[in-house]
């Protein structure tokens, strides 16, 4: 049973705070909103955190406070699981946080219904799944382990006109505070997992990550993918961005994508067939990769050892250890973006919990807490200088989606 309460009135709050303390205990889990005024000014010290208390004093029962009625909905629906109870307790507006519920928990049961066996959540928090570590909620979470399941949930919710993205790892990728209105799809597990060899070629499924690449490559003697190690993100976000490293890029070793076409039907396309450019693939942003094919030449073990230590090497020297999503900007024609914002004064430059980082100036690190409006004035900051000193107009390289606030 899990029970999300309004106290009503600042005075009945006071006054009662004991007794509702003892009554929740019945609960498994509570969450408490700020209080329903009912027309009473705020008492000093009283407070939806005066409820949490009374409840830790009482028992056992794990009592959270929620400091947005607007926003409960998505803290309350994360934790959920089958079989579980949900009650919407108060004399206020709270009801309004269990219809929102209820809407998307219909979405999610019908998606069920059709995809049996597939993982959903909701409210899934986009900071999780993005390595800088900032970014508020996807409404609908799902994380399909084959090819027809994704297919299946890309086709239920387009047809009901909901929006889809598809995340990886979440590199190169910031999520708005607000988070993401519509449904992520994050094929992690099963064959987008996979990573397999044949002869002089590695098909990988777009949840493997370009590290794991390199590293079943040098133990098949496979030389040409030492680049990789130094890659962050996994195959699916490396196709659609043809990221590289090291003067290498995706698409110099893609043999075929296999792909989910905007008609619905898996398709494989050889690489003649796909136009690449740098960070831009305009196949891939109509199209959802599923897998895709790179060849590489036999080697010894030995060279490829070395090669991969020196792109980690090159990685950690260069590169900062804090939470960061990669490289923020394209680089100009002119000059190397991390080059041009140590030149105008950025390094170390701080706007919240968000820092341009010291070792790299393309980067910027979340030194614990940032959110994205931190990272987002930060960019506006570093764009906005070098159009005014130096006639430069930068270009993100960053994927920046979402909401600036939560409005679902």
Known sequence: M?????????????????????ALQLADLVFVAPI????????????????????????????LLIDDLAKAHHVVGNVIEAGDLILTLGAGNVHEAGNKLIHDLKVIEELASECGGISMKLYELMSRH????????????IEPEDFEQFRKSVRFFKARGIPVRIVGRGSNLLIRDGGIRGAVIHPKG???????????????????RFKKLSSVARDHHLEGFEWMEGIPGNVGGGLRMNAGAMGVETFDQVVS????????EVRTRNREEIESFYRNVPELN???????????SKGEIEDIQKRLDESRHHRITTQPKAASAGCIFKNPSSVGAG?????MGFKTTRTGKAEVSPEHGNFIVNRGGASAEDVLALIEQIKEQALKTREIALETEVQILGED????
Request: hydrophobic residues 40%.
């Open 2 to 22: 899990i029970v999300l309460f309004q106290p009503h009135r600042f005075s009945r709050t006071q006054k009662l705070a004991d007794d509702f303390g003892k």
């Open 36 to 63: 329903y005024a009912a027309s009473e000014d705020p008492i000093d010290g009283v407070s939806g955190q005066t409820i949490v208390d009374a409840v830790h004093t009482h028992g056992d029962t794990p009592a």
């Open 130 to 141: 993005t390595t800088i570590r900032v970014g508020g909620p996807a409404q609908y979470w």
């Open 190 to 208: 099963g064959r987008f997992g996979e990573v397999k060899v044949h002869g002089e070629m590695i098909t990988a499924g777009v949840g493997a």
């Open 257 to 264: 994508v296999t792909f989910l076409d905007e008609d619905g």
């Open 286 to 296: 109509q199209n959802y990769a599923l897998e895709a094919t790179f060849l590489g």
């Open 339 to 343: 080059k041009l914002i140590d030149e």
């Open 405 to 408: 606030d939560s409005l679902f």
